[in-house]
């Protein structure tokens, strides 16, 4: 009797050791799959096209922006060079005003009854400086034009330059009646007339010019 005890016992003991050491493997199994999953996914190297495509589109914009400043300073520069030939242009134009109302005011004087001779020279001597410093500024912005400009505006140029011409032979004539002794105020109120008819012409030719380059 006693010796069926003592083997059951010892099956008993030899069954729970095995479901004991079982157990373990099975722990250790559970163990090596938390250490897989603890690794994580397996990552790829570093992908540089995006860095690579933002770096060259940085480049781009510094350039176009380096673009952009220089075209907005040769803007500028031909802006303000244009200015400065359209303020030579307005002021011819505003002398060619100025030359016409002097010819006006010289043209009431002549029709006075009284001796008035040296008050017409003293007004003709004005209008005659006037003529010599259009003169001056209209050889000043001629001077100011490229090429392009120039053959732009040719034809004003051309009459511009017909019609000084005129303007001075008035102007000759003119100083020979004034030398005059007594002086024929029929005479130099048709001549004054006919200057302010050239000066007339003068200042059509400057506004168109005006307009031109303002295209």
Do not use: H
Not at 88 to 113: F, G, V
Not at 119 to 141: D, G, P, R, V
């Amino acid at each position: 009797m006693r010796k069926i005890t003592f083997i059951l016992f010892l099956i008993i003991f030899i069954g729970l050791n095995t479901l004991n050491a079982k157990s373990g493997d099975s722990g250790g199994n559970g163990n090596s799959g938390d250490k897989v999953s603890l690794k994580g996914p397996k990552t790829d190297p570093i992908d540089t096209t995006n860095i690579n495509r933002g770096n060259q589109l940085q480049k781009q914009n510094r350039q176009f922006n380096k673009n952009r400043t220089i075209d907005n300073k040769q803007s500028s520069e031909q802006y303000n060079e244009m200015e400065k030939i359209r303020s030579k242009i307005r002021d011819c134009t505003a002398l060619t005003e100025e030359i016409q109302d002097l010819a006006k005011n010289m043209a009431k004087e002549i029709i006075k009854k009284e001796e008035n001779g040296r008050i017409i020279i003293e007004k003709y001597s004005i209008i005659k400086n006037k003529i010599a410093l259009i003169n001056e500024e209209n050889s000043n912005f001629m001077n100011e034009l490229d090429n392009d400009q120039k053959i732009e505006i040719e034809s004003q140029a051309r009459l511009i330059e017909k019609i000084k011409n005129k303007a001075f032979n008035i102007n000759e004539i003119m100083d020979k009646e004034l030398k005059n002794d007594k002086i024929d105020k029929k005479n130099i109120l048709k001549l004054n007339l006919d200057l302010e008819n050239e000066i007339n012409k003068m200042e059509r030719q400057y506004r168109a010019i005006e307009w031109l380059l303002e295209q």
